[in-house]
């Protein structure tokens, strides 16, 4: 499910946006003590030395990732094939608004499995 705050198409061109869905909300991450984030929100803290987190900074690190596994298991891949193989490889559900769900959800097993 997309939350509130994730942006939403068309863009100015009429393409749907975002391209693909990645989980980024209430995301457990490293803490960085002493950071601006840090003292601003202390109840976000789950312990010494995490926080949770929400938006494009939790999933981009979890798409980037997926990539990485991608470029893995085949080093050839261009950036161009790599956006094809998680766009065409994503957990759909039925009747989704592009516009609000992009391609689906990112799926690397389905992506590698391609």
Do not use: Q
Not at 39 to 56: A, M, N, P, W
Request: charged share 25%; net charge negative; with cysteine.
């Amino acid at each position: 499910m997309a939350p509130f705050f994730s942006s939403r198409g068309p863009t100015v061109y009429g393409e749907a946006k975002p391209d693909i869905l990645a989980p980024g909300v209430n995301i457990v991450s490293l803490r960085s003590p002493r950071s601006f984030l840090d003292k601003l929100d202390k109840s976000s803290r789950v312990d010494e030395d995490y926080t949770t987190l929400s938006g494009t900074s939790m999933a981009t690190p979890i798409c980037a990732g997926i990539c990485a596994l991608l470029l893995e298991h085949s080093p050839d891949l261009t950036p161009d094939e790599v956006k094809t193989l998680l766009k065409e490889n994503t957990g759909k559900w039925s009747g989704d608004d592009p516009m609000i769900y992009g391609a689906g959800a990112i799926d690397a097993e389905k992506a590698i499995k391609e």
